[in-house]
């Protein structure tokens, strides 16, 4: 028979499971991700008491699966990609005739999901956390700085750069499947 | 009109705006810093194609959330949950644990009891012989699983008909070079079935057992050994118990001191 903390850890965080492991997903392959839910449950249930009440749940989920990304990908002593200091060039946008709303619309609407998770995948880390939390889990900007300990200015200026950078990315990517196609025309 | 090409002020007025524009595509910015965006944002072109490409890719990846799961996925996740918090809470040590229970992985398939038959002698091999006397096991402090492999690797006797190069009908989880498996069989280990080998290495004969992961990493001693290490070793009295993880469960290994193979001979079957 359950007891009410498993009955109420089971209640408030069931609903997001399916939707942490997306998160953990965009993060990583499958294993890998499955690893990480299974961890941060692991944490969740181990620190589920100190949840507090008013606390978003699934925001408080994010913070864990953060850490227990960061703790793996040390372990492993994978690279971690840095943000560059550097902003993506105005130069970029104003000579590419790709990069006006509409043809940019164009291009954001047919560029396949895979593609779309490739591109946010080629962000540095810090940006890729930001795009991801905000764009893709919808958290607000609190919920972002509370998630990866940051102040909420550096949430801004990081989402700001990281959707420049994800907008250049996809650009190039739509005019390198332009050159594609007629080349295959030719 | 400006153009963002503009030296001095407008430049730096421009860089330092454009860390702010995503506050603006979310409405997450107060009235005046609004104001002073939306000022900016009459002169400059750059920046109001920027808010617009913003605007574009946050409804488009606001769509990339949707997580469609099988069935079986959505099993996978309950048993996930179950098995976590049907765990003593104090129990979770902070050690990453990729290397914990995963319960999509524990539904595998044991491999049925396999005997190795051959041509050569009946040997019967007293393990009791080679390691007498000793019942109890100082050292394995409390780790069921340790307790277990050594109480059999003391107590059991087997006969078994002996294939002179090992049997190539089984795969143990780990070999070496020289170590020639003899046969297998299921038993229990910490609470759980494990399938046990009994493997001649020289002049030595080991257990070697593949454990339920559930079980294998249970203990906080062994999981910060493998966490940092890679393995755990204990030696216990005059025997040597070997943790290792392998892909979706654990081995322990257990054999006279000395008798257990170097780390640079181990090969994994399983991981290859």
């Known amino acids: ?186 | 009109m400006n153009t963002i090409n503009d030296n001095g002020y407008w430049a730096q007025l421009h860089i330092h705006l454009q860390d702010r524009l995503a506050g603006y595509v979310d409405g997450e910015l107060d009235a005046e810093q609004r104001t002073v965006i939306e000022a900016h944002l009459a002169g400059c072109r750059a920046c109001r194609a920027d808010v617009k490409r913003q605007q574009l890719l946050h409804q488009r990846l606001r769509n990339q959330s949707q997580v469609s799961l099988s069935a079986s996925q959505d099993g996978m996740l309950d048993r996930m949950i179950d098995g976590v918090s049907g765990t003593r809470p104090e129990h979770v040590s902070g050690v990453f644990a990729a290397l914990r229970v995963f319960g999509h992985r524990i539904a595998r398939v044991r491999e049925p009891l396999v005997l190795a038959s051959g041509w050569a002698v009946a040997l019967l091999l007293a393990v009791a012989i080679v390691i007498t006397g000793h019942v109890d096991h100082p050292g394995s402090g409390s780790i069921p699983m340790v307790n277990d492999v050594v109480a059999e690797y003391r107590n059991i006797e087997l006969d078994i008909h002996h294939q002179g190069g090992g049997s190539d009908r089984i795969t143990p989880p780990v070999s070496w070079p020289g170590s020639h498996v003899l046969t297998t069989w299921q038993t229990q280990v910490g609470g759980a079935p494990a399938q046990a080998y009994a493997v001649r290495s020289g002049r030595y004969l080991l257990f070697q057992y593949r454990v339920d992961e559930g079980v294998f990493y249970r203990n906080p001693r062994v999981r910060a050994a493998l966490a940092s290490e890679g393995r755990f070793d204990l030696r216990s009295d005059r025997l040597d118990v070997l943790a290792l993880p392998v892909p979706g469960s654990g081995v322990l290994m257990v054999g006279p001191a000395g008798s257990l193979p170097a780390a640079n001979q181990l090969q994994n079957p399983a991981a290859t």
Request: aromatic letters at 6%; proline letters at 3%.
């Open chain 1, 1 to 186: 028979m359950q007891s009410r903390r498993q009955r109420n850890f089971h209640r408030q965080v069931s609903p997001w499971l399916a939707r942490l492991l997306g998160a953990a997903r965009r993060q990583a392959g499958g294993a890998a991700a499955e690893d990480w839910l299974q961890e941060t449950l692991l944490r969740a249930w181990r620190d589920f008491d100190q949840l507090e009440k008013e606390q978003a749940v699934y925001a408080w989920l994010l913070k864990i699966l953060d850490r227990v990304i960061a703790e793996d990908i040390r372990r492993e002593s994978r690279r971690c990609r840095l943000a560059p200091v550097v902003n993506a060039d105005d130069g970029f946008f104003e000579s590419c005739p790709g990069a006006e709303p509409g043809p940019f619309a164009e291009t954001v609407k047919s560029q396949t999901e895979s593609q779309i998770n490739e591109a946010i995948e080629s962000l540095a880390d810090e940006y890729r956390k930001v795009v991801t939390l905000r764009d893709i889990e919808e958290l607000s900007y609190r919920e972002i700085a509370y998630v990866l300990d940051l102040p909420q200015g550096t949430v801004m200026s990081r989402l700001s750069r990281g959707r420049r950078l994800l907008a250049q990315r996809l650009i190039k990517l739509e005019m390198h499947d332009d050159d594609v196609q007629l080349s295959r025309n030719e």
